[in-house]
């Protein structure tokens, strides 16, 4: 009998300890987007209390109006803009938190400070330096004897300062991540690479790089997930 419960306990208790996570992810996660794709295939006004069935129609309504398109050409854009740079910019970052540093725990902490940042503050914060009148870029332009930019009024401005603010926010967040990474890469790799002269660039592309592509792969598909919201 206590052969049988211990059997019982060492394959069920696995499964009871997913389990929360996966009933609350089937209730905030999974049924609500059930339900929005049923929704999706009817006429639904939350005014009247009909809804009748319309099947694909507004799906070809969406496809058909040239403001969707306009609206996912600017998200693509400005998820280049800011994806391509930021990843590029934490895995350099990463590297250089995973030398010897003093204090590295203040260091590490410094590049999570704008993940923690309200976004209220940071688009106010923002909202100043890409200002058109006071803004502390147009300041710097005028200063080098340049003309002031419109940053909200051109597409490839507001696009510009968008991925800006996203670089800036979310940077620091992934560089934790890719240190996470590279904090279980043997040490010994490097030792030997530094022994046979190679450079701190070529040991991040030669070693940490191959050692923690499956974390860059994460970090992408959640950056793009990230930036397919950022509807514009």
């Known amino acids: 009998m206590k052969n049988t419960l211990y059997r019982l306990d060492l394959k069920?208790?696995?499964?009871?300890?997913?389990?929360?996570?996966?009933?609350?992810?089937?209730?905030?996660?999974?049924?609500?987007?059930?339900?929005?794709?049923?929704?999706?295939?009817?006429?639904?006004?939350?005014?009247?209390?009909?809804?009748?069935?319309?099947?694909?129609?507004?799906?070809k309504d969406l496809f058909a109006d040239e403001y969707f398109w306009n609206a996912l050409k600017n998200t693509a854009q400005i998820w280049v803009m800011s994806t391509v740079p930021q990843l590029l910019m934490a895995l350099v970052l990463a590297h250089v938190l995973n030398q010897r540093l003093r204090a590295p725990t203040f260091w590490r902490m410094s590049a999570l400070l704008p993940n923690i940042t309200s976004v209220?503050?940071?688009?106010?914060?923002?909202?100043?330096?890409?200002?058109?009148?006071?803004?502390?870029?147009?300041?710097?332009?005028?200063?080098l004897g340049l003309g002031r930019i419109d940053w909200q009024a051109g597409t490839a401005s507001s696009q510009i300062a968008i991925s800006v603010m996203?670089?800036?926010?979310?940077?620091?967040y992934n560089a934790l991540i890719y240190l996470a990474a590279m904090q279980a890469v043997s040490k010994d790799l490097y030792d030997a690479a530094s022994l046979d002269g190679a450079t701190s660039f070529q040991q991040l592309r030669r070693i940490t790089v191959p050692a923690i592509r499956p974390t860059i792969i994460f970090t992408v598909i959640i950056s793009t997930i990230g930036g397919m919201q950022v509807l514009a």
Do not use: C, M
Not at 166 to 172: A, D, E, P
């Open 12 to 59: 069920a208790s696995p499964y009871l300890y997913v389990l929360p996570f996966f009933v609350l992810f089937a209730a905030f996660g999974v049924f609500p987007l059930i339900y929005t794709a049923w929704v999706s295939l009817h006429d639904w006004s939350l005014l009247a209390d009909a809804h009748p069935w319309v099947g694909l129609q507004n799906y």
């Open 120 to 143: 209220a503050a940071v688009a106010i914060i923002f909202g100043q330096i890409f200002g058109k009148d006071y803004g502390l870029i147009n300041w710097l332009l005028e200063s």
């Open 166 to 172: 996203i670089i800036w926010r979310w940077t620091g």
